[in-house]
RNA sequence: GCCGACGUGGCGGAACGGUAGACGCAUGGGACUUAAAAUCCCUUGGGGCGGCAACGCCCCGUGCAGGUUCGACUCCUGCCGUCGGCACCA
């Protein structure tokens, strides 16, 4: 027997060399075996990877060994979502040009992912930032505008005055510009848009069709896309309008209140308020107010209700001679339905406040059923909940859903001009996609602006747009913009000077296709049709929660986009979705406030309690709350150390192991040993398995006595359990399983080792369960388990092993032992033939001395038997 | 404010409506060793009773209060707390 330790520094590496030569995770697009997709969310290459990496990669690896061992052809790829903004950070901060920076970010990741063991097929590597990748997303451009499904508009963007850019939402904390710290203006913008909203429907009802899908992501997208069903109106507006506007047109989701309507409120922005501002100055000068605290989040949430009173009267719909106020409000949103409304104090909070202040009339229009309304009325709080009608003409004793109903069919049927006075509206909270960008490191956005011809497509005989290299980063803003040369280009319809686009996309784009291409990433086309059906959809994507809305929203999108432009033949890209939670570490924190980090920090055990001290100068440091990882609380761990102090599997299984994978996992050092120490283990007990289990090829026994029984029924059934888990992605299971399968395998070691003789019955069940242990634990530490896998005997490699097959007898047993209960208590324990008869059963358990003793000499009514489950006498 | 998830030992967490605390970490004790490391064995929800002892037995216990059930961590109702998402969306 080998005494010496397992070596991960030296047989991590030469695994992972064979398993290269081997190219066993190469993969075919003609395989006869049925197909299966594991993706794992393609990083950012920042440069290193961190812990979250290593647990997303880990869990997407397990699977994909796992259904390679279950015959499937797997397809598991990886990529670098390699545009954006911090390469020109980068680029302005150390004067590397942002794809220098890129690439050897790439590499040095790419040999941190190789150090992990994944079972990648790196063949199909793609990077965003790749002209071959981008290329076909310009080609793509073109065919979804060619389509309908891309529009130049005018919106409001964030502008960073100083950086000279537009600014993601993200990018804007507390109103100002996360590099800059500049405050963040609203500017008015030409974009280009992707037309997301055409398939705001479709995005919203499929989501009943994603069942493999968390719960939590489906609920996230619905609220984001925010569906609400109404009613347009129109109000006539009294004469003495300026301009020509006559009416307002206001959208309502509560059109059962329109006899509690008591004001009608525009947007700032909103057109009536513009020609309203030219000439009242006090309309003007709130409007500029408004426009000024416009942009900070924080403002808007706090602000108050605010308006002021155009002047101008609306006619109410259904009473020519009543007439309501326009105010211009702060709270009305002019990209949201129509940007006017109908206020209705009395039942609705906002309009409630506004009311109040102005000093508007509040009249409650719906009562809860059985409420008195003389009684009923409203003091600070709007009435939003159900009841019947009331003060409201033709609509009094209606419910709330005939009142609705009621109007809309009136309304609708009345006329003004050619156009019904109000109309059913299904309205979206989703807007379209934005994805103009003024910044370089990103995809070209292949239009070319003529004079006469406005926006024109390049010509796909032009593609790819590539990206000119020789920029400068000297100053902020779009170098693109400043390059002397490659914006002049001629108008590929009039052959005049003309001006390249110089926008760049979104860098969501990129990762909108990502997985389609890696289906074929060759091919010259976006997608190759043949492989794109053969591999799509995606069956388990893995990544983290944070992208639960922006990108598995485009990605949803622009799969459907892709369909519609023959790019691709699925709707949903993404079959089965995990989110898994984050690494978090506990915090240390030093007397002067600052944070140590735990590689400077020793830990001791203080009888139950644990200390903490510096490592340099022994100074003692506060143990702090578990958070996220981040470099402000130091409380890192690099993947780099953990890799070359344990090795990859040890780092995996901790991974693994402990917490459910949705949740977070708590990143400790003692956790880390134990994962190492069972590493060991393992080790130690393949070695052991070798000398005492049957030879590779030695025939089975036609009998087990009952120890080996008992180590085939131990193996069975952690193969039964781990297989089930693994395909439920609970993977802290599988780990308790193996744990609990080596721990009585080690047993039955130790006792055949003091027994000295191994009958020829064990020495096969030992085998048989040795090489099950290392088959069930390869997905999780790969390495090991082929280390293990040779010393069992084997030149085979375990990664190639089929999964073995359960053998369901071996999990039924012939007698059982079922706890007995007495009124729910349970008293005794009651060992008897697994397919015994009720009659059987009672008599044995009434036999009990324990059961006897609960009963106190009372008779039993009913004797409940829940076969194979439990006994309970009810006395 | 709205939506959602979660509350179980010292800690992470197990438990088709059926023996609560699997498995791991940590703790305490012991073996091996000149010693340490490594390894192995035992111990550990709280309280109580009996026994010299091995051991046996009883009561309480899954955020709180109720309910359904022979039986509830699990299902239902109402609270309390923690976390996450959205947030003037008419």
């Given at each position: 027997m080998k005494n010496e330790r397992y070596n991960a520094r030296e047989a991590e590496p030469r695994w992972q060399r064979i398993w290269d030569e081997r190219e066993i995770f190469k993969t075919k697009n003609d395989d006869p075996r049925p197909k299966y997709y594991v993706l794992e969310m393609f990083p950012y290459p920042s440069g290193r990877i961190h812990m979250g990496h290593v647990r997303n990669y880990t869990m997407g690896d397990v699977v994909a060994r796992y259904m390679r061992a279950r015959g499937h052809n797997v397809l598991h790829p990886m990529g670098w979502d390699a545009f954006g903004m911090p390469a020109e950070n980068a680029a302005m901060a150390n004067k590397v040009h942002p794809k220098a920076w890129t690439y050897e970010n790439i590499a040095a990741m790419k040999a941190q992912l190789k150090s992990m063991g994944l079972s990648l097929d790196w063949s199909r590597e793609v990077a965003t930032c790749d002209p071959s990748y981008y290329h076909h997303q310009q080609k793509m451009f073109l065919d979804f505008w060619k389509a309908g499904l891309v529009e130049r508009k005018t919106s409001k963007v964030n502008w960073d005055p100083v950086d000279q850019t537009v600014l993601a939402n993200e990018q804007v904390i507390d109103g100002r510009g996360w590099r800059s710290g500049a405050p963040v203006e609203q500017r008015e913008l030409t974009q280009w848009f992707f037309k997301i909203t055409a398939y705001s429907e479709e995005l919203l009802s499929a989501l009943d069709t994603l069942n493999r899908w968390p719960e939590k992501v489906r609920v996230m997208q619905k609220n984001w896309i925010g569906k609400s069903e109404g009613l347009l109106v129109r109000f006539m507006l009294t004469p003495g309008a300026p301009g020509d506007i006559d009416e307002v047109e206001v959208f309502t989701t509560r059109h059962d209140t329109l006899f509690g309507a008591s004001f009608i409120a525009i947007a700032p922005d909103h057109p009536l308020a513009t020609a309203a501002a030219e000439r009242d100055p006090r309309v003007a000068a709130f409007i500029e107010e408004c426009r000024r605290h416009g942009t900070a989040q924080e403002v808007i949430e706090k602000a108050e209700k605010l308006g002021v009173d155009t002047g101008l009267r609306a006619i109410h719909p259904f009473d020519p001679k009543w007439e309501l106020p326009v105010y211009v409000a702060n709270f009305i949103l002019m990209d949201y339905g129509t940007g006017a409304v109908f206020g209705c104090p009395a039942h609705d909070q906002r309009d409630l406040d506004f009311a109040r202040k102005y000093g508007l009339p509040v009249v409650p229009v719906v009562v809860p059923e059985g409420a008195d309304l003389k009684k009923f009325e409203i003091g600070t709080e709007a009435y939003d909940g159900d009841g019947l009608l009331a003060n409201s003409r033709f609509l009094d004793g209606k419910t709330v859903e005939a009142a609705k109903e009621d109007v809309a069919r009136r309304l609708e049927g009345e006329t003004r001009g050619n156009r019904a006075v109000a109309q059913r509206r299904i309205q979206f909270r989703l807007r379209d996609w934005g994805i103009s960008r003024q910044r370089y490191w990103g995809c070209p956005i292949p239009a070319i602006h003529c004079k006469t011809h406005g926006a024109v497509p390049v010509p796909v005989r032009d593609l790819p747009v590539e990206l000119p290299e020789d920029v400068e980063f000297d100053r902020p803003g779009n170098p693109l913009d400043r390059h002397p040369t490659w914006k002049n280009v001629r108008c590929p319809i009039c052959n005049e000077p003309a001006r390249r686009e110089t926008d760049t996309m979104d860098t969501f784009v990129d990762s909108s296709w990502y997985f389609l291409r890696f289906t074929a990433p060759q091919a010259k086309t976006p997608t190759d049709s043949k492989a794109e059906q053969y591999w799509?959809?995606?069956?388990?994507?893995?990544?983290?929660?944070?992208?639960?809305?922006?990108?598995?929203?485009?990605?949803?999108?622009?799969?459907?986009?892709?369909?519609?432009?023959?790019?691709?033949?699925?709707?949903?890209?993404?079959?089965?979705?995990?989110?898994?939670?984050?690494?978090?570490?506990?915090?240390?924190?030093?007397?002067?406030?600052?944070?140590?980090?735990?590689?400077?920090?020793?830990?001791?055990?203080?009888?139950?309690?644990?200390?903490?001290?510096?490592?340099?100068?022994?100074?003692?440091?506060?143990?702090?709350?578990?958070?996220?990882?981040?470099?402000?609380?130091?409380?890192?761990?690099?993947?780099?150390?953990?890799?070359?102090?344990?090795?990859?599997?040890?780092?995996?299984?901790?991974?693994l192991s402990d917490s459910p994978p949705d949740r977070d996992v708590i990143w400790t050092e003692e956790g880390v040993q134990g994962s190492y120490r069972f590493v060991q283990r393992l080790y130690r007990l393949a070695n052991d398995l070798a000398d005492l289990a049957a030879p590779v090829g030695t025939p089975r026994p036609s009998s087990y006595g009952p120890a080996a029984l008992a180590v085939r029924k131990s193996a069975h059934a952690a193969l039964a359990r781990v297989s089930d888990d693994v395909e439920r992605l609970r993977f802290n299971r599988c780990v308790a399983h193996i744990y609990e399968m080596a721990n009585a395998l080690g047993a039955a070691v130790a006792d055949a080792r003091s027994a000295k003789k191994v009958a020829a019955d064990l020495a096969a069940a030992f085998r048989e369960a040795g090489e099950i242990l290392i088959r069930l634990v390869e997905p999780m530490m790969p390495h090991l388990a082929e280390e293990c896998w040779e010393t069992l005997g084997h030149k085979t490699l375990v990664a190639e092993e089929a999964w073995p097959t359960v053998e369901r007898e071996l999990l039924v047993e012939e007698t059982i032992t079922l706890p007995v209960q007495v009124n729910g208590k349970k008293r005794a324990d009651v060992t008897i033939a697994r397919d015994a008869a009720q009659p059987e059963v009672e008599a044995a358990v009434l036999a009990l001395e324990p059961v006897q003793r609960a009963l106190e000499g009372r008779r039993p009514k009913r004797i409940i038997v829940v076969p194979q489950r439990i006994v309970n006498v009810v006395a």
């Open positions: 799509m959809p995606v069956d388990q994507y893995i990544g983290g929660v944070e992208h639960a809305i922006l990108h598995l929203l485009y990605s949803r999108f622009f799969t459907r986009a892709m369909k519609a432009t023959g790019h691709a033949h699925v709707d949903e890209p993404f079959e089965g979705l995990f989110t898994q939670g984050m690494v978090v570490h506990e915090t240390y924190e030093k007397k002067d406030g600052t944070f140590a980090s735990p590689a400077e920090v020793r830990l001791e055990a203080d009888g139950d309690k644990r200390r903490a001290t510096l490592l340099a100068g022994g100074e003692e440091v506060a143990i702090g709350p578990i958070e996220k990882m981040s470099k402000s609380k130091r409380n890192t761990v690099d993947p780099d150390d953990i890799l070359s102090t344990y090795g990859a599997d040890t780092a995996r299984w901790f991974m």
